[in-house]
């Protein structure tokens, strides 16, 4: 059974830290680009960065790019978050795509295997 098993999601202060992990089982992420994509409440889903093993870039939102980074190990993904803020509060998912990252802002039909989701919460 292909799998995409998301966790690390939680409460935290703003400045403060997180981790999510997705770990991949039934298939191999190698050939896979991984994107994280977030959901706040009421609005639609966001792509906020795209790890693509084969090139070995990350493509994301301005709204990240220095607090947030993506690193792999085997079947797992990480998204290291950091310097949090209120606005950062979501449902994070995990999703990975045949090869190559999509644009960002995209459609993400492409994305076959997703994470199921999980909330952080930026608060004091």
């Known amino acids: 059974q292909l799998r995409f098993v998301e966790s690390g999601g939680g409460l935290v202060q703003p400045g403060g830290s997180l981790t999510l992990s997705c770990v991949a089982s039934?298939?191999?992420?190698?050939?896979?680009?991984v994107a994280w994509f977030r959901q706040a409440p009421g609005q639609g889903i966001e792509a906020v960065l795209c790890d693509d093993s084969i090139n070995v870039q990350t493509d994301m939102v301005d709204s990240v790019k220095g607090r947030f980074t993506v690193s792999r190990n085997g079947n797992t993904v990480y998204l290291q978050m950091n310097s949090l803020s209120p606005e950062d509060t979501a449902v994070y998912y995990c999703?990975?795509?045949?090869?190559?990252?999509?644009?960002?802002?995209?459609?993400?039909?492409?994305?076959?295997?997703w994470g199921q989701g999980t909330q952080v919460t930026v608060s004091e």
């Open positions: 999703a990975a795509a045949s090869l190559f990252c999509r644009p960002l802002k995209g459609p993400t039909d492409e994305y076959h295997y």
């Open positions: 039934g298939f191999t992420l190698r050939n896979y680009a």
